[in-house]
């Protein structure tokens, strides 16, 4: 939810806040802008839609300058605009910023009695009058910042940079992403890492409420809340810069769903011991392990995650589970106790709603636990304990990889606890860690349905509704295909739970009406087939994921694709890939933006 880019040195900043802002187009894509020292003037750039047409822009402008800020939007004050785009500049002073001023209304309020002249909507041009207004008494630069920062409530990550001041610029971060890239000669900030990686592996991730003046050669950071300079602790991460490129993929989403064998074998690597049919504990053992329950919070996709490992944690570890959506959660003042535990679920680690749940449930004394894609993200930071999914970078706008590292580690947690607890038996476990040797080649082999799913795929261009259906732990997967569909195709989809059809959603299902059915060899599979028929005699249009071989089911279907036989724990890796792919290219052939969807951004930091 939008993506900043700041950079000091001897290259062209224009150039570089570009390169930059591209690789941090995920976050926001509906106006973008830069702010370049060009000689003793701050020259602004400012276009509505992707990077490409602030690009077209600075064409025509001829703007040059060796220190700059630049910003990637994701409305959510003010429609996207040009005067609502960043950098905003008041006397001098440019600010671009990610999260939201809570209570900006009244810091506008104030400002207009005192003079100052708005020129946009957002709550973001709050901080540039803060910061010009004590300009204004006398304080230098970086005491203003300070000064302006106090007075705001809410999530920020800001950067700023004034024409008095050509020597460096300055961010600050509380609740939204931030980090230092360290060069030689040359510094840069930006929202994640893959905006810095052409330029340095060399990493220092602000904290909340840390202040840094960034100069060619020097990052000193300090502490907002009492002036405590702190000492820059400097990471090398281990990233190539390919993990921003497409390398050879149309887009990032069907890069990403072909990384998924990867991505498993990746996510179990050194927990589970496959020799010895052993889980490892170090990084799955939770501090404490006497509790009696287990909440499961957090958004969209990961959301459907937790659905499932309610599931898992149910069945294998015998515990009572519940998933809650983090929005819902906080506000409804939920009965929690000391011994339960709270499981948030990121991919990004610094979703909004999720992440002010897990600060409402750590000031309760809940122990809490954080499954994260993104390392040190703010989420990971914050849990007692952090399990990271190693998924890799996730780009493409709807999530993939990082749903099935997520459930995979759930499902890893929930073998731990039952072997911790002695709720599974020893051939049983045994069974089941072998099945997670078994699943990269399953999921390898699983990609294959691509090519039926591209000849399928143009049949349902032009459809309008969809309905996915699932039983038991493919209920959540029905969720999760829809969703994917209807955010990168915009078709309308309704996720299921299949029993629950006849009781009002039936209704819906004509000719004109495929209806996606998860109807795998297992424990559901009568009722299932029951679903189909119910269906099918209302004139529906099905396509089933079924068992390779099953060719009872097979008949009963108007498109089957085929997947390899697995456990039924495993059966959400080998169904969510089809789903994936299905609406991959459903919404290619639509010819939608398939990486960057209207109206959306990976990470939502705003509740
Ligand atoms: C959908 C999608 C979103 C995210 C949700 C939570 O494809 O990606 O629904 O799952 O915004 O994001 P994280 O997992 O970063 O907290």
């Not at 880019?5 to 894509?29: C, H, Q, S, T, W």
């Not at 399928?456 to 732990?473: Q, V």
Request: proline share 4%; aromatic share 8%.
């Amino acid at each position: 939810m939008c993506g900043i880019m700041g950079y000091i040195g001897p290259k062209d900043a224009k150039e570089v806040l570009i390169d930059g802002l591209r690789r941090l187009e995920y976050r926001g894509y509906d106006s973008s802008g830069i702010a370049v020292l060009d000689g003793a003037e701050l020259r602004i750039a400012r276009a509505v839609g992707k990077i490409s047409s602030l690009e077209s822009l600075l064409g025509k402008e001829k703007i040059s300058g060796n220190l700059g800020i630049g910003h990637t939007r994701w409305a959510t004050h003010g429609r996207p605009s040009e005067n609502n785009a960043h950098p905003h500049m008041v006397n001098g002073v440019a600010v671009v910023h990610n999260g939201i001023i809570e209570n900006y209304a009244e810091l506008k309020r104030e400002l207009i009695s005192k003079g100052s002249v708005f020129r946009s909507e957002t709550d973001t041009e709050v901080i540039s009058h803060l910061i010009d207004s004590y300009l204004s008494k006398g304080e230098d630069l970086f005491k203003a910042v300070i000064s302006a920062i106090r007075r705001l409530e809410g999530a920020f990550a800001i950067a700023v940079v004034s024409e008095k001041e050509p020597d460096y610029f300055i961010v600050a971060k509380n609740f939204s992403p931030l980090i230092i890239g360290v060069g030689e000669g040359e510094n840069f900030v930006a929202s994640d890492i893959p905006a810095l990686l052409p330029y340095t592996r060399r990493i220092i991730t602000l904290s909340e409420n840390e202040i840094a003046k960034i100069s060619r050669d020097k990052t000193e950071i300090f502490d907002i809340r009492n002036g405590v300079q702190i000492k820059p602790e400097i990471k090398t991460v281990d990233m190539s810069p390919s993990v921003a490129e497409k390398e050879g993929h149309k887009h990032f989403m069907h890069k990403e769903i072909f990384e998924i064998p990867k991505v498993f074998t990746d996510t179990m690597l050194g927990r589970i011991d496959r020799e010895n049919s052993e889980l490892l504990p170090d990084e799955l053992a939770v501090r404490t392990m006497d509790f009696s329950r287990i909440i499961i919070v957090a958004c969209g996709t990961s959301y459907h995650a937790g659905l499932i490992g309610k599931y898992y944690f149910e069945q294998i570890s015998k515990i009572p589970a519940e998933a809650e959506f983090a929005s819902e959660f906080r506000y409804r003042n939920p009965v929690l106790k000391k011994d339960d535990l709270a499981i948030f679920i990121s991919q990004s680690g610094e979703t909004a709603d999720t992440l002010g749940a897990l600060k409402d449930v750590k000031e309760l004394g809940i122990p809490t636990l954080a499954i994260c894609n993104v390392m040190n993200s703010s989420i990971a930071r914050l849990a007692d304990n952090v399990i990271y999914t190693r998924a890799g970078i996730e780009i493409g706008v709807a999530s993939t990889k990082a749903f099935i590292a997520q459930t995979e580690v759930l499902l890893m947690l929930s073998l731990f606890f039952a072997s911790r607890r002695g709720t599974i038996g020893e051939e049983e476990r045994k069974r089941l860690i072998n099945e997670f040797s078994r699943m990269p080649g399953i999921l390898k082999n699983t990609l294959k349905t691509e090519s039926y799913i591209k000849e399928i795929a143009p049949r349902f261009i032009r459809s309008r509704d969809f309905i996915y259906l699932g039983r038991g732990i493919n209920f959540p997967v029905a969720l999760e295909g829809a969703l994917k569909l209807k955010e990168i195709s915009y078709i309308h989809a309704e996720g299921y739970a299949a029993g629950e059809m006849k009781h009002g959603p039936i209704a819906l299902i004509d000719e004109d009406v495929p209806v996606l059915v998860i109807a795998n060899r297992g424990s559901n599979l009568k009722k299932i087939i029951s679903n189909i028929l119910e269906a099918k005699s209302r004139g529906g249009i099905l396509i089933g994921v079924i068992t390779k071989g099953d060719e009872e089911t097979k008949r009963l279907l108007d498109f089957a694709i085929e997947v390899d036989e697995t456990d039924e724990f495993f059966q959400p890796f080998v169904n969510s890939l089809p789903l994936q792919l299905m609406a991959y290219h459903i919404a290619d052939m639509k010819g939608t933006d398939v990486d960057q969807p209207r109206n959306l951004a990976k990470s939502v930091t705003v509740e």
